[in-house]
């Protein structure tokens, strides 16, 4: 099998050498871009900018060669004049090129590949190009911001309007192709989905939109289209420089396998006629009925993060000499169970008191237990910005939340029921949390985000882990639209009530469909 290779690290933090790309992959890359064998190639300019060893390059060469047989052209001089294949790492060019010059003596044709203008090493993203091109075809590398070169990071930025926000090295590759495309030439890379949905990809997404048509899109995160474990939630993405109102096709796996040949692509809004979130969701979120959250008095948190939860998070049994008052009984996403909140007799120790660190001296038991701890608490981050502040927690802790009802959210959206904290607990850092104004509008809300409807906007518009689990942040509960509560009628708050009481999802999704289907697109 051919492959492709890139020295990338993955989320999961482990160094991935060679990438291996299924070939079916490859081919289907190139088909979408029509850089076919049965069709005259002598004036179709190709590049891919991310070669490594040569998988799509002995793929491409092949057709073209198939081409010149076809149709008479020379192979040697449009592969001279119209082929570029870019690779920046010293090994993988040098396999490349024996790869492209033994294929080369398959063909019984001499080629110095030393001295080819096809071949190229560099930097993609530096490297100025002679022409633009009709087909732009790969796998760009998967880069985590964090890793970037430091003086490449301050290039990259004078360069590409899109490396903003913390973006992965990827999201500069798309800008970079669609900037070399030729007028109705197309771009198709299999890579991070992860664009579509985060905020670092938000002006990539206003570009596509702005100047080209987003024509498929091919979401493969369930699948595995590398022949090992990556943690890189791949997609194809096709995108072609034109400015019409195009239709743009999606098409999700649903298992760990995919038929290439027998996909059913579903039509679905473009970009350019509405928000991003409707490629993937079947009713209209601009609909005038649907609105945010927090325009319905609902507010949006986070739990606490201490920066040292072995320090600050204790069991009762280990802090009974600590004063009562720096006590809080927290909550986290552990303690949450399908049945209820199992709390697990944990306490928050908190050196906070009007919004502002408390007087140590005040409180001597606290004093004696931080002073034990503080050669690990000033060497935090956190505490290193101001010595005198070398027992505060990252973020502040504001008392009077403990008290208020607020649903709980954890990050990862596995549980079937969202909980409700009636003012018991203090939200950890695992934990996103909703208030409301009283206890019935936060069931209501619950009920909503448990619905099936919420659920598939959730897993479109939020972060996915590879398992297809999608998870609730911040970020994403912003994102969601949903009915506006207080035009439900008096009967369906009732019940979505006893539904949330009784765990009730089938009575959930019944008054649920009522109020989203109204709105389908």
Known sequence: MNFISEQIKRKNGRNHGEVFTHNKIVEY?????????????????????ASGTGSFAIEIIKRLYESSLKFGFSFSEVFESNVRFIELNEENFLKLAGQVKILFSTFGIEHDISNSKSLIKGDYLTIQFENNFNCIVGNPPYIRHELID??????????????????????????????????????????????????????????????????????????????????????ITTITNNVSQGETLFYETKSKTVDLDSIEFSKV??????????????????????????????????????????????????????????????????????????????????????????????????????????EILISRHTARKNNLKWYKTIDNIKHDLLSMPKLLLPDFSGMKKLLIDEGNFYPHHSLYYIIGENIPKLKILACILMSDFIKEQVSQIGIRMNDGLPRFQAQTLK?????????????????????????NYELVNNIMTKYFEQHSL
């Open 29 to 49: 890359l190139l088909n979408e871009v029509n850089y076919k064998s049965d069709i005259n190639l002598s004036d179709v300019k190709i590049l891919e900018p």
């Open 150 to 235: 430091e003086n490449l990071k301050k290039l990259y930025k004078s360069h590409y309007e899109t490396f903003k926000y913390r973006a992965d090295l990827y999201v500069l590759f798309f800008e970079r192709s669609l900037q070399l495309l030729n007028e109705n030439g197309t771009l198709s890379f299999i890579c991070s989905n992860r664009w579509l949905y985060n905020q670092y990809g938000q002006i990539l997404r206003e570009k596509v939109a702005r100047q080209y048509n987003l024509k498929k899109i091919l979401n493969m995160e369930k699948a595995s289209p590398f022949d090992e474990n990556v943690l890189a939630y791949p997609s």
């Open 269 to 374: 809004q473009s970009p350019k006629g509405g928000s991003w979130q409707n490629l993937f969701i079947d009713y209209n979120l601009e609909h005038s009925s649907l609105t945010s959250i927090e325009k319905q008095n609902f507010i949006i948190g986070i739990g606490v993060a201490t920066g040292a939860d072995k320090i600050f998070i204790r069991e009762e049994t280990d802090v009974t000499e600590i004063e009562r008052s720096r006590l809080l009984p927290i909550v986290t996403s552990r303690d949450l169970k399908d049945s209820g909140i199992e709390w697990r007799n944990k306490y928050l120790l908190n050196p906070y008191e009007n919004g502002v660190l408390c007087n140590l001296e005040d409180y001597p038991n606290l004093k004696r237990y931080f002073n034990h701890y503080k």
């Open 479 to 503: 994102k969601l639209r949903i009915p506006i509560i207080k035009k439900f009628d008096e009967i369906d708050r009732n019940s979505l009530i006893e539904a949330y009481d009784n765990s």
